[in-house]
């Protein structure tokens, strides 16, 4: 192992840090170029996501430190694509530090892509902890605004909690197995007795990344943030910081803890870490779905019906086995997608009209057909109806679950979650498609970019509907 | 080829969406027209009606084992006919839709399309997919194009198919992992423990049920066909209850038949119940849609009544009313919404009397008369021999049942009379001397679409029969 080899394989981390540092250097020189230090994220983005693509697909270095896998590759490039997004989003935001929300934006992406590639608890709580940082202040950026403050606040106070924990439940885990790589913690596991020192670091450990996730009972942060903190960092909360801990929390529970599954069957119940995730999955989709039909405004909406999409997509993760992974990766990718287009979308609304609550949204078909549409699709995915990436998403994940006739209670409350959401995501739709729009305004305006950007997103949602091989057999492949 | 039904159909409300205003009705009816054209030519062209044909079958999720595979028999050829036939109808009772054109035709075709796919589905996530497509379509012609109390009617409508295809989801999950497969031909040779059987059948059946009109489950049908605008009354009655019921016979019975035995006699007294039920509360309706509403609960009930025989005949009969009332029902609505409502925009028939609308529109009232003759049960018409069969299969099933069935069918009588009495023979009152637009031509040929139809089916009713019963009878779930 050399050092060349180390720079090869960190060099998708290497440009976009090269990229952050670069955005600052452009900031300080040409503070008025606003527009160039876009244009610096955005190919430095693509770059990085140039160089996934070059990279050979297997490597391990330092014991499991970074590892590159198909898998690792595919998801360095979907959390490399929800940062372009988030960027292009930037564009219209009235930010004061332009250039430091980005470079903030960028190092995130770096904790996200060291979350996603490593396989050692070191290296994955500094991924943890170098995505956590970027966010909290992004979330605070706009210092006059008290919303985003608070939710600043929370989402820090609440984090820091978490990271605490998870800190805790590592030291456990790494006291009662000798060692930080997770391939070799599951053979420990697998091989010796089962103390409960070991069941209190796994506990705590789900603890903390339930909060990442933002499942119930830990979700408090999350409907806060995502209404409080500028649209673009909702967008990246929402998609790339979800994606990269869904990703983790599998990796973590499959590959070191596999051994301690346990069962969640209705009669054939079996301590583990699968019952407590189920038990975490049915509330998170009961208050979730229940919580949301008394919101106003739209983004606290979206951030309580992530809380319950975070309950859909660990159903995968009860699977027993490794089976139900595909399903919830899948799944998680496609909320990702959907949820930077709808944040998108509320972000140029409220551009325009100055606020975020449905009521904004009144008539938006006759405002922005595109945006009405785009939103539309991103509603009505979430809510599982075909043709859309979500109606396939839940499918799958239900019938993963299914696979064990004893869960049927989870899909039950699944799908009951379901039915509560559809009623608001179509009083949404209804607002924006029935109701007349405010007489005093006018139509609204929107750039090129951000169109085509919204188009695609809805095209991909539409598309991996319809097709949904052409991300599934990927997913599939490289597990 | 009939597979082209669904392509163009889509095609057609893709296309409606691009064209400029003008041209979007006529895009309509040219996609609904070509859909019914092949639907027909199908119709008259397969000669092997009994086996559930392959037309296509590619790969579509192989790790899932999902494939796009459709197919098609003698009920399926039937079910796709009278699609076509109120897509087209429903086009021309929508001619003066001013409001948003083409999202309008846009809607009723996804419907039409979604439906053409579910009678033509042979894989259950393909059937399911196209189940829930219908949707969000129903929720927009609602919601957008509709009358009275429209947010909640499609809101209902909308929660009730949404609950109903959870519970066919659960069962059909949970027969997907037993039967290892989503392809109906094989999941129907598969044998289920009886035990498994015992619970699956009631949760699917009930699912699909909900979108058929079962009591109690019925209540978004009435306040749904309400709000509706008439095309979305016609669809929903003519088409989407049908869905339901077809939903139930293909594949809950299909896969669960000793589910299905068990649970034969509860589903025949739920079925009685809503005939006689759904007619007594049409009898005291005030709003002239809610009585055609309940009436189509009431039909429906026949339905699940034949259904419920498992019987050759009464299966028989149940596919052949649900292409009667699909014809009959959309008669109705289409004389009910667009000649009288839009006219008029009254369904009071406390002030109904008072215009004497067969002196103003004649032509309404003669297709009221018809269409109400039909909808009894009066010989001649297509209802008739569907009706006359289902109680011919119930005879040798639940003999009692069919006294009961006989109350709904005589209360049937009395409110389609009421109806028509108060509707159209009135006494005028000098006052109110409406003048109102003539009935216009597309609505002439709409209505003479169907009214041939249903003379033609009703009285040779072999035509649909000689089609039905082959592919009923290789049905396992049978009493032989």
């Known amino acids: ?479 | 080829m009939i597979a082209y039904t669904i392509y163009l159909t889509f095609a057609g409300a893709v296309l409606v969406l691009l064209v400029p205003r003008a041209f979007a009705k006529w895009v309509a009816l040219l996609a609904a027209l070509a859909g019914c054209g092949i639907a027909a030519i199908a119709f008259l062209q397969v000669s092997d009606f009994a086996q559930f044909q392959t037309i296509i079958r590619v790969p579509w999720v192989p790790s899932l084992g999902i494939d796009y595979h459709l197919a098609a028999d003698g009920i399926s050829l039937t079910m796709a006919l009278v699609t076509g036939l109120i897509g087209i109808s429903s086009v021309l009772f929508s001619w003066n839709i001013e409001n948003r054109q083409n999202e309008f035709f846009f809607w009723l075709l996804l419907v039409v399309g979604g439906s053409y796919g579910v009678f033509l589905s042979a894989d259950l996530f393909l059937f399911y997919l196209f189940y829930e497509l219908v949707i969000v379509p129903k929720y927009f012609l609602i919601a957008t194009w509709g009358s009275t109390n429209k947010a909640y009617g499609a809101m209902k409508l909308a929660l009730y198919s949404f609950f109903g295809g959870a519970l066919v989801l659960i069962a059909l999950l949970a027969a997907y992992s037993t039967g290892g497969s989503l392809d109906l031909q094989e999941l129907s040779r598969f044998h289920f423990s009886s035990q498994f059987q015992f619970w699956a059948f009631p949760v699917m059946f009930l699912g699909f049920a909900v979108l058929a009109g079962i009591w109690p489950l019925h209540t978004w049908a009435p306040t749904g066909h309400v709000a509706a605008p008439t095309a979305a009354s016609m669809l929903l009655a003519g088409i989407v209850m049908k869905l339901g019921a077809y939903g139930a016979l293909r594949v809950s019975l299909n896969l669960f038949p000793e589910g299905f035995h068990i649970w034969s006699g509860a589903i025949a007294a739920l079925a009685v119940i809503g005939i006689v039920y759904a007619a007594a509360i049409a009898l005291r309706q005030r709003d002239l849609k809610f009585v055609i509403g309940y009436s189509s609960v009431s039909h429906m009930g026949f339905v699940l009544l034949g259904l419920a025989t498992a019987q050759a005949l009464g299966a028989g009969g149940a596919v052949l009313q649900m292409f009667s009332h699909g014809i009959i029902a959309g008669l109705l609505f289409a004389v009910v919404g667009r000649m009288i409502y839009d006219r008029t925009h009254t369904r009071d028939l406390t002030v109904l009397p008072g215009l004497a609308l067969n002196r103003v529109i004649p032509f309404a009232a003669f297709t009221f008369v018809l269409a109400s003759a039909a909808a009894m049960g009066i010989p001649g018409f297509s209802g008739f021999p569907a009706e006359i069969t289902i109680l011919i299969g119930t005879w040798r099933a639940y003999p009692a049942l069919v006294i009961v069935a006989g109350v709904g069918m005589a209360l049937t009588a009395g409110f389609m009379l009421r109806a028509l009495k108060k509707s159209f023979f009135g006494e005028p009152i000098p006052t109110q001397c409406p003048d109102y637009a003539p009935i216009s031509v597309p609505e002439k040929i709409g209505a003479a679409l169907l009214l041939c139809v249903t003379l033609v089916f009703g009285l040779f009713p072999n035509l649909l029969l000689e089609r039905i019963l082959p592919a009923v009878e290789t049905m396992r779930w049978l009493n032989r």
Request: with cysteine; aromatic share 10%; net charge positive.
């Open chain 1, 1 to 479: 192992m050399n050092y060349l080899t180390l720079l090869k394989f960190a060099l998708p981390e290497a440009v976009v840090t090269a990229t952050a540092l670069g955005v600052l250097g452009v900031q300080s020189s040409r503070p008025r170029r606003q527009g160039l230090c876009e244009l610096l994220a955005v190919i430095g983005l693509l770059l990085a996501a140039g160089v996934v693509l070059i990279l050979p697909a297997h490597a391990d270095l330092f014991r499991g430190m970074l590892v590159a896998s198909p898998l690792n590759a595919l998801f360095k490039i979907i959390c490399l694509v929800f940062a372009l997004c988030t960027v292009v989003y930037t564009r219209g935001e009235r930010l004061a530090h332009h250039a430091e929300y980005i470079a903030l934006l960028l190092f995130a992406t770096i904790g996200l892509m060291l979350m996603v590639s490593s396989e050692e608890l070191l290296m994955i709580f500094i991924g943890l902890e170098l995505t956590s940082l970027p966010l909290y202040v992004m979330t605070a950026f706009n210092k006059t605004d008290r919303r985003g403050a608070e939710a600043g606040l929370k989402y820090f106070l609440f984090g820091s909690t978490a990271t605490a924990f998870v800190l805790f439940g590592l030291s456990l885990v790494y006291g009662t197995c000798g060692t930080t790589v997770l391939v070799a913690i599951g053979q420990k596991v697998a091989t010796q007795a089962v103390t409960p020192l070991l069941g209190v670091g796994v506990v705590m450990i789900l603890a903390g990344l339930a909060f990442k996730i933002a499942a119930a009972p830990f979700h408090f942060w999350a409907p806060d943030a995502y209404e409080g903190s500028p649209a673009p960092t909702g967008a990246f909360i929402a998609s790339g910081s979800k994606v990269a801990a869904f990703l983790l929390l599998g990796r973590i529970l499959l590959v070191a803890f596999g051994s301690l599954q346990g069962s969640a069957t209705w009669h054939g119940f079996v301590a583990g870490w699968s019952p407590l995730l189920a038990l975490v999955a049915a509330l998170s989709i009961v208050v979730g779905s229940i919580t949301a039909l008394a919101q106003r405004n739209l983004r606290r909406l979206l951030g309580y019906s992530a809380v319950a999409h975070a309950g859909y997509t660990l159903l995968g993760l009860i699977v027993p086995g490794s089976q139900g992974f595909a399903a919830t990766l899948f799944y998680t990718t496609i909320y990702g997608f959907t949820l930077v287009g709808a944040f998108g979308v509320v972000g140029l609304v409220r551009q325009q009209t100055g606020g975020d609550a449905i009521s904004d949204f009144a008539g938006l078909r006759f405002r922005s057909p595109l945006l009405a549409v785009c939103m539309a699709i991103f509603l009505v995915s979430l809510a599982g109806l075909p043709p859309l990436a979500g109606f396939f998403g839940k499918f799958y994940l239900f019938a993963m679950v299914m696979r064990d006739q004893g869960m049927v209670w989870l899909v039950a409350i699944g799908l009951g979650g379901s039915l509560v959401s559809l009623y608001y995501y179509l009083v949404v739709v209804r607002t924006m498609f029935v109701d007349p729009p405010p007489s005093e305004v006018a139509t609204i305006e929107t750039g090129w970019t951000e169109r085509l950007l919204l188009s695609l997103l809805g095209a991909v949602v539409l598309l991996l509907g319809l097709v949904p091989s052409l991300l599934l057999s990927r997913i599939e492949a490289s597990l």
